[in-house]
């Protein structure tokens, strides 16, 4: 038997394949097609202190092996997803990861103490990378006192383990990761996604109306893949490794590189059975490779 | 007045469809026939359904242009905008190409309350309403229909439509049928009881300033991600204010529920 348990701060996960945020809704659309309770957890889409519309469409263009957005962190609020998608989720035998997103540190702080009061959510994550807002989100994610202090802000408003997202929209992750460790971070997820602009010919103008977007999909996994490496090697918190896994093989990569668990976003939207199919392919590729658990794997790169 | 049928999306399914026939039937415009025995049994008009292409990132959400139940035989027609419906155009018969669906809301067809409804199709927007147009005429509802194309070369499906009942075919530059819009075309149908319209922006635009007493459904298209409803990618802002999914709380919508 191949044991595919992880265990995280605030996280007993049954496998370590999770929806990533902001490609999976509150989970509702994709339960149609499977039990959530696959699933080793759910990273819920963003929520802000209040109601948010989101950017001008068109919000998303394809491109080669990848993809960018621009949605806007579009949620409706905090409390409604307290109210109304936590008690979803909960019907689930699945961890629960809150997205929290904001354009103060107030706010991250009044949305972490609201998904403080729900025993529901089992973690935060705390999005400071988001590259499509115009307050908020990335500032946080590339200057690293900022992103202690608000690491450090959330920590005091919650009892849930937060785990930071980074940007790889920096020339120096590590220190990025080093700042959120010392801050209190309990684990990272990485990476967000990497901004890009494309153009159409024919109008010579952007094809997303913000301009440019976040770019994910295969195209981002080399990156993904270094930059775990590089933090792995430089902290102690565990990482939720994402940015283009299709494959078990690339779970198994991200592993390797130092992820504890991974996040598959982009891949949902060509193929919505992704993630039943990759937990139910995990078991073969790590007998394959030599591994008898997941845990096994983990940061087992042979770099010399 | 909301759109009625909201719960299509909760058949979706992901499915292996068999291709048919494929053949060009106006200039870059390619008719599919495929086979499943899922989709074509539960599928609506005005629903559509999402091609996986390998290799690509996005699913190519393209609506259904008619469903043969009993030969459990699915058409679609799409024009080639890209490299990915170029490359959809080079399947060949026997080719199985993953899909998932049905998705979306449908058109409400309001069986009892209507006698005459006016269908009217701008381009690429025309082949949704061809699967409506024939369950419309099955409950005996008189069908007129309105198909606005920009040139003669993009003409498509003119027979068919005649067989659902009196057709229009309008033309930007006149090279075919009517030259104009298709709300030039409108003005000379005396009285319907409502209409159904999909096409560019733009054109829903002027026809529900036009229509604005009138009872209608638009089918919207905008570009789209997961096409399913969770990345919030394609919205439409509502009149109530806030904003709709296209892939989700429609495609379909009431003319006066979205602002184009």
């Not at chain 1, 490496?229 to 990569?253: C, K």
């Not at chain 2, 009993?70 to 959809?88: V, Y």
């Not at chain 2, 309001?110 to 009217?120: A, C, D, Q």
Request: aromatic residues 6%; glycine residues 10%; contains cysteine.
């Amino acid at each position: 038997m191949i044991d595919l348990q992880v265990e995280l701060p605030g996280l007993k996960l049954k496998n370590p394949l999770m929806p990533a945020s902001g490609c999976f809704g509150f989970g509702r659309e994709y339960s149609k097609f499977y039990d959530l309770s696959l699933l080793g957890a759910v990273m819920m889409k963003a929520a802000t202190g209040e109601e948010r519309s989101g950017n001008p469409t068109p919000r998303v263009a394809e491109t080669s092996s990848g993809m960018l957005n621009a949605i806007g962190l579009q949620n409706p609020g905090v409390a409604k997803i307290i109210k109304e998608e936590v008690p979803f989720l909960a019907n689930y035998d699945t961890a629960v990861i809150a997205n929290v997103a904001g354009s103060t540190v107030e706010e991250y702080e009044e949305v972490a103490t609201k998904f403080n009061q729900t025993s529901d959510v089992h973690a935060l994550e705390l999005n400071i990378s988001c590259p499509n807002v115009k307050e908020g989100g990335i500032q946080f994610g590339t200057d690293p006192e900022m992103a202690k202090h608000v690491t450090e802000k959330v920590k005091q408003a919650s009892n849930k383990p937060v785990y930071v997202k980074l940007s790889p929209n920096v020339s120096n992750i590590v220190a990025m990761a080093k700042a959120v460790e010392e801050a209190g971070a309990d684990g990272l997820t990485m990476i967000n996604t990497l901004t890009g602009m494309q153009l159409h010919l024919p109008s010579r103008r952007p094809l997303i109306a913000n301009k440019t977007g976040g770019l994910s999909g295969p195209a981002i996994k080399p990156i993904a893949i270094r930059m775990i490496y590089e933090v792995r090697q430089a902290t102690n918190i565990p990482i939720i490794g994402m940015g283009g896994i299709q494959t078990a093989e690339d779970v198994l990569e991200f592993l390797l590189a130092g992820a504890n668990a991974v996040a598959v976003g982009t891949a949902n939207f060509q193929n919505p059975l992704i993630l039943p199919e990759l937990i139910s392919e995990l078991p073969e590729v790590l007998r394959k490779y030599g591994f008898s658990s997941v845990k096994e794997a983990v940061g087992k790169a042979v770099i010399e | 007045m909301k759109n009625t049928e909201n719960e299509g999306w909760k058949n979706m399914r992901k499915v292996k469809m068999k291709l048919l026939e494929i053949r060009e039937i106006a200039k870059d415009t390619i008719e599919m026939k495929l086979t499943d025995n899922y989709i074509t049994e539960v599928a609506k008009p005005g629903q559509f359904i999402s091609i996986a292409l390998p290799n690509y990132t996005l699913p190519r959400p393209i609506s259904i242009a008619n469903i043969d139940r009993d030969k459990q035989e699915l058409t679609l027609l799409f024009k080639i905008m890209g490299k990915g419906t170029n490359e959809l155009a080079g399947f060949i018969p026997g080719a199985e190409i993953d899909c998932f669906g049905p998705n979306g809301n449908s058109f409400p067809l309001m069986s009892g309350e209507m006698t005459k409804v006016l269908l009217i199709g701008g381009g690429i927007g025309v082949p949704p309403l061809y699967y409506l147009g024939k369950q419309l005429k099955k409950q005996g509802i008189k069908v007129v229909s309105i198909l606005g194309f920009q040139s003669s070369e993009n003409v498509f499906y003119e027979k068919e439509f005649a067989r659902l009942g009196e057709t229009f075919i309008v033309t930007d530059d006149g090279s075919y049928g009517m030259k104009g819009f298709v709300t030039d075309a409108v003005t000379s149908v005396p009285s319907f009881n409502a209409y159904y319209a999909c096409g560019p922006t733009g054109m829903l635009r002027a026809l529900t300033t036009q229509l604005h007493n009138k009872t209608g459904y638009i089918s919207l298209e905008e570009r789209m991600g997961c096409t399913v409803g969770a990345c919030a990618a394609c919205v439409i802002p509502t009149t109530e204010g806030g904003y709709k999914k296209i892939c989700h709380d429609g495609p379909v919508f009431a003319a006066e529920e979205v602002i184009l």
